[in-house]
RNA sequence: GGCGCUUUCGUCUAGCGGCUAGGACACAUGCCUCUCACGCAUGGAACACGGGUUCGAUUCCCGUAGGCGCUACCA
């Protein structure tokens, strides 16, 4: 059947909006598919519903695979000599191919209008337009062929419905799930192309161009599922069942809490992004967040969304591109929904992080210091970008595993350094910390530590230690977690020798005048 | 309602007739320590239920229940 033939995939969206996370990750899985059999993956544009285009989506989709590493071979803006890869350009194709089918007496023109078929549907319970009830519509197959020539000449709208034979098994073998099979009595006959716009639906164009384009599989969401054996119908119509795709319908992404699947409400209740980039809605204004825009690697959110549905089976995570190519097994992949957990796709985005030197987040620190107010001049602002960058990378760079972060995001380096910055404004007594290490008799122990720490004139890591430590020997004093305090405001940061070291001695002293005036306790 | 798919720790999953049911995320505890974090160690935590088949079922079959999807001139 296929097995001689060059594989070929597609990933073929409709440009209503911007792309989900789930069409993300069945994107993904044709890519990693079509590159481990060394094929060909089409980008596919699937406009068939004139009255959902939304503008700009297009070129969303084709930027967000760019971001991700995701690459076509063929297809809208990669060419190809299978198109054109839009279907709204593709019109006198499918023309020919349902005449092909109306000719054969394969399908049949309907004349029923919407709200014709609003009302039968109204009246009779469960109603479906299939062999049972077709007789009694206004159709080709009940009106004389004069009464039809007559309508269309008269510009009358209708729709052309795919007829079909009641009560046949249909099988659809699909790589996941395995012989699936319905009975053709439960499948309506289905439009397949509308007059109205001249354009097919979904089923028709996707059977004629996965036919056109030599497609070999279909790797698509299981909301398919269930017209899959249409599909197969289609191909046997046309005569196409030799070189018919094989079948691979993928799990789908539920809500990370509650019922249902994962929706765009999901991501701005429980703040995280549900899209690839950030997208501004041109009708609405509206803006949702993006994970590039959230601060998530590339790499990372292809690791994470690969790893949803699908596991190589040994107990490896932390998976390149390459890597996911090399093990990506279709039969592998799980049947049942999976739960979408952004608390691990941070987990990913941290190890992601970490493997990049700190140097390349310099544009990201930038942003957010003059976010914060930190620069007043260019010069400052300079210096202090490169002082934040050094103790970054000192801070949070993978050195033997001794000094790794826990952060999932460039962004969460400012809690964790703006000490450096900024003298804590006030202390907080809710603080753990702050009460725990800050006593009635603390006052005056850092006024002793202040003062000693005055008569130093080279405010080193080397020459503040060799004074405090052995004042803190004599008297007894841990001064650390009420000096910590003083400096930082809070149990963080590194080294207090370090810390006021790098603080300057006119700072760190400034600082603890402040919070031996500030703290009453 | 009808049809289809599906069901292992809270979550993602490994398992493809015989295992103390494994890993990761998350969580908890301990060690380390001038704090946080890192690191290390430890811990709690699952085969939906009921029938079969079998010497033996998490694994195969059938029901039931739950979950998900489809049921448009949308994809």
Sequence with gaps: MTTDRKVRVRFAPSPTGPLHIG?????????????QAGGELIFRIEDTDSTRFVPGAEEYIIESFRWLGIEFDEGVSFGGNHGPYRQSERRDIYKTYVDQLLAAGKAYIAFDTPEELDNKRKEVENFQYDASTRMQMRNSLTLPASEVERLIAEGNQYVVRFKIEPG????????IRGMVSINSSVLDDKVLYKSADQLPTYHLAN???DHLMEVTHVIRGEEWLPSAPLHVLLYEAFGWTDTMPRFAHLPLLLKPVGNGKLSKRD????????FPLEWHDPKTGEVSKGYREQGYLPEAVVNFLALLGWNPGGEKEVLTMQELIQMFDLSKCS?????FDYVKAMWFNHQYLLQHPAMEWTPQLDKILRAEGIESTPEREAQVVEMMKQKVIEYTDNEGNKKKRNISFVSD????????????QSYDSADKFVRKNWKAETAGEMRQLA??????????VEDIKAKVEPWAEQTGIRPWNAWRVALVGTGQGPDMYELSAFLGKEETLKRMEHAIESIDC
Excluded: E, H, M
């Design 168 to 175: 046949r098994d249909v099988q659809v073998d699909d790589i």
């Design 335 to 339: 049947k049942a929904g999976a739960r």
């Design 207 to 209: 059977i004629v161009d």
């Design 267 to 274: 991501g701005d209740k429980l703040g995280f992004p549900v």
């Design 413 to 424: 380096l400012w809690p964790l350094c703006r000490f450096f910055f900024t003298a804590p």
């Design 451 to 460: 003062n000693l720490l005055s008569t130093i004139d080279n405010f080193s």
């Design 23 to 35: 069409g993300v990750r069945t994107a993904l899985y044709n890519y990693l598919f079509a590159r």
